[in-house]
């Protein structure tokens, strides 16, 4: 069977920036697994895996494009520290949630705290970098009807949202 639309597709994998340091990794589990054709995984990832079967192993170089995107320098900005009302403690690294002006949520990353403000960055951590993904294909089978409903793989036996 290959990889192809519709296919629930289960890899183990290593993912490495263009320095050699481990970015993500599976560790051998064998439990990551998405939708095929859903937009689930990044799309430079999931084009270079359609047609793949069981066991291949590939190595494959994602740019930023084909990635997480470009970084915006626009989406760094200095916040009023009273925005974070209520959190005593804010530091670089730290990850908020909010919801823009265009109803959606956003997450941003706090990049430097001064005594009046808060820098946060609101580009994906990975914009900009090259992707270097190790990767070996576990499993491929069809996607159940829920499955495709939900636009995503559920779990062998577990489904959560």
């Not at 050699?20 to 939708?35: H, M, S, W």
């Not at 494959?60 to 995107?69: F, I, K, Q, S």
């Not at 009302?85 to 949630?97: A, K, N, S, V």
Request: proline letters at 4%; glycine letters at 12%; charged letters at 20%.
């Amino acid at each position: 069977m290959q990889i192809a639309d519709k296919m629930v597709v289960t890899l183990d994998y290593t993912l490495t920036d263009n320095t050699g340091n481990i970015l993500d990794q599976t560790e051998g589990r064998g439990d990551f697994a998405y939708l095929h054709g859903a937009g689930n995984i990044i799309p430079g990832l999931e084009n270079e895996l359609t047609g793949q079967t069981v066991g291949a192993r590939i190595q494959v170089t994602v740019n930023p494009e084909d990635g997480y995107g470009p970084r915006h320098e626009e989406l760094q900005q200095d916040v009023p520290r009273a925005a974070f009302e209520g959190i005593d403690t804010i530091e670089p690294g730290m990850q908020f949630q909010f919801q823009g002006p265009d109803g959606h949520a956003h997450i941003v990353t706090v990049t430097a705290v001064a005594e009046e403000h808060v820098t946060v960055d609101g580009n994906h951590p990975l914009a900009g970098v090259e992707l270097n993904f190790d990767v070996t294909i576990v499993d491929i089978r069809e996607a159940s009807e829920e499955e495709l409903e939900h636009g995503h793989a559920h779990a062998h036996g577990h489904h959560h949202h």
